[in-house]
């Protein structure tokens, strides 16, 4: 499973995770990320590739756009991200793929934010 890093940003103090990049998601070059906000704050940068996986932020992207606020903590965007990579790195494979683990305290939060963001 992916770790994340919490770490401050350059720009005005804003926190920062970014994620330990799959061996499959190893070429990032700065086209090919984006970057999620959540709303207390922290900024995600995955893979564009993953985040075609999530509607909303495939919409996003296909408008131009590099970057989205959304309305959910860290700790459940985190959790969402993860599943983006998950689901890349499972998609064609629906027999072998290993169970997808949530953290039982935040699953409700991370479901209602996976369904909003139609991921």
Known sequence: MSA???SSASKGGRNSKQFHRPEHCLSFSPSEV??????DDFDFYIDKRCALYCKKFKEAIAEGQSEIQVEFESNVVEQVIQYLYYKQRYDPESENRPEFQVDLYSALDVMTASYQLGC
């Open 4 to 6: 994340a890093r919490k």
């Open 34 to 39: 984006f970057k999620v906000i959540s709303n």
